[in-house]
């Protein structure tokens, strides 16, 4: 199979006799970690015995280590007595491995990058066998440790996209929420424009062999597609279980997640981080005061008043709410990455209404390069706006905050039905939400004018509303 599994007899010459008759040395075998001195003068013996073998390949398909899988009580050799070996071994560091820098299936999932799915990372060797035998070719693991930088870098090498957001997968339980903070924190210093990591976490108790099983494809697929933002894990993971009633405590939030921003290397994604943790302490904490006394009253909302449980991504999640802004953002995006597009979208783009003044001036300045070049590429248009000045809307549009939100508008989706499709739902959201924003203005108007015409109006546009 693609993997190669194998078995280690229990037999601690074996192995080594057959590579002593094609003339390897023991010297050899004790330096790549297959055998182990012999004390006292006797002879070497193999490392692995009476387990199920993984091979470990490196990026090339080459086999560099192994682990070991113990079999189960019953399968054991009767001479086995009441030793209970260690459930799983792996080689020891040698020249040709270093287990910090390796993820175990990674030539398979270069290869299924490399053809659009998915990267993930799960726990260990048996998770990766299951996930790709349910046709789910991008999964990693680490090798027994916590993931490492060296690991990250790698996973976002591996990606052939643009936009580099694997997915870490961890238990739902609160070892796994811990694993997942710790992620997290080796991750934070390492972003990068168009470089993050999602988080995914399993139902509790559920590994993804087991979930597949019970589940189906469907049901892993569904943790994979709840996979939130660094962001909002960011958010969850210092807020969920907590109250902030006093002032004291929302300030102690807020030191603790100025610092984590802090930690950000780059720039220019550090104050994008810092832009959208000050958006979601002031939606929390200013912009609905009502919502604020129902959550100290136990009555409802997020994170304040009540102790919510960090959410398992096998159960839908609330995405953040999104700004009519951030909304614009990615329907100008789409268009610039792209603009094979804009023959389907340009009516409603042009009756687009932006308050925006520099971002509106965007938009009419995109129809008009469009209109007078259907056939332009992205990159062409890109050069183009930038000519006329538009370099910081583009960097503002153009960023991981953006796609994170709408991720269909990024360079890497291939796909320009679906760009179409998912461009034209949000544009009919934001119609959805002009027209509320109509009827509830016209019924305050009709009531203070008395007028029986602005009120038959209304219930017009309320039957339109409910007919759509």
């Given at each position: 199979n693609a993997f190669r599994l194998g078995f280690a007899p229990s037999d601690g010459q074996a192995l080594r006799s057959y590579l002593l008759a094609r003339e390897y040395k023991d010297e050899q075998m004790i330096e790549l970690g297959l055998a182990k001195a012999g004390k006292d003068g006797r002879d070497p013996y193999i490392f692995f015995r009476e387990r199920v073998m993984v091979p470990v390949m490196d990026r090339r398909g080459r086999?560099?280590?192994?682990?070991?899988?113990?079999?189960?009580?019953h399968m054991r050799g009767p001479n086995s007595g009441s030793y209970t070996p260690a459930k799983y071994m792996n080689s020891p560091e040698t020249p040709i491995f270093n287990k910090s820098m390796v993820l175990y299936g990674a030539p398979q999932a270069r290869q299924a990058s490399g053809d659009g799915q998915i990267m993930f990372v799960v726990e260990g060797y048996f998770d990766v066998i299951a996930a790709h035998q349910a046709g789910f070719n991008g999964a990693v693991a680490p090798m027994g440790t916590a993931l490492t930088e060296e690991q990250i870098m790698l996973l976002w090498k591996m990606i052939a996209s643009d936009l580099k957001e694997p997915i870490l997968c961890f238990d739902g339980d609160n070892a796994g929420r811990r694993a997942a903070?710790?992620?997290?924190?080796?991750?934070?210093?390492?972003?990068?424009?168009?470089?993050?990591?999602?988080?995914?976490?399993?139902?509790?108790?559920?590994?993804p062999d087991s979930l597949i099983k019970g589940g189906g494809k469907s049901a892993f697929a569904k943790v994979l597609e709840n996979a939130i933002p660094m962001v909002e894990f960011l958010w969850r993971s210092h807020t969920a279980g907590?109250?902030?009633?006093?002032?004291?405590?929302?300030?102690?939030l807020i030191?603790?997640?100025?610092?984590?921003?802090?930690?950000?290397?780059?720039?220019?994604?550090?104050?994008?981080?810092?832009?959208?943790?000050?958006?979601?302490?002031?939606?929390a904490f200013y912009t609905n005061r009502r919502q604020g006394q129902a959550n100290k009253s136990g009555k409802g909302g997020f994170g304040f008043g009540q102790k919510p449980k960090m959410?398992?991504?096998g159960i839908a999640l609330r995405q953040p709410k999104q700004s009519r802004d951030v909304q614009v953002r990615i329907l100008i995006a789409a268009l610039l990455n792209h603009p094979a597009i804009f023959d389907s979208v340009e009516e409603p783009f042009?009756?687009?209404v932006i308050a925006n003044e520099r971002l509106d001036?965007?938009?009419?300045?995109?129809?008009?390069?469009?209109?007078?070049?259907?056939?332009?590429?992205?990159d062409a248009l890109g050069?183009?706006?930038?000519?006329?000045?538009?370099?910081?809307?583009?960097?503002?549009?153009?960023?991981?905050?953006?796609?994170?939100?709408?991720?269909?508008?990024?360079?890497?989706?291939?796909?320009?039905?679906?760009?179409?499709?998912?461009?034209?739902?949000?544009?009919?959201?934001?119609?959805?939400s002009d027209v509320l924003k109509e009827i509830k203005t016209g019924w305050k108007s009709a009531f203070h004018a008395s007028s029986e015409e602005e009120e038959e109006r209304i219930r017009q546009m309320m039957k339109g509303q409910n007919s759509s």
């Open positions: 086999v560099i280590a192994f682990g070991g899988r113990t079999l189960p009580d903070e710790r992620a997290a924190e080796r991750v934070l210093p390492m972003l990068g424009a168009g470089r993050s990591v999602r988080f995914a976490f399993l139902p509790d108790g559920e590994d907590r109250t902030f009633e006093t002032p004291e405590q929302r300030a102690g030191k603790t997640l100025n610092e984590a921003v802090a930690r950000i290397a780059d720039r220019d994604v550090q104050k994008q981080y810092d832009v959208m943790v000050r958006e979601k302490i002031s939606a959410p398992g991504a042009a009756m687009l001036t965007l938009r009419q300045t995109i129809i008009r390069v469009l209109g007078d070049d259907p056939e332009m590429q992205k050069v183009e706006l930038n000519r006329l000045g538009f370099g910081r809307e583009l960097d503002l549009i153009l960023s991981s905050a953006t796609y994170m939100h709408g991720r269909f508008a990024a360079p890497v989706q291939e796909d320009i039905n679906i760009v179409i499709s998912k461009w034209s739902g949000l544009v009919h959201s934001l119609e959805e």
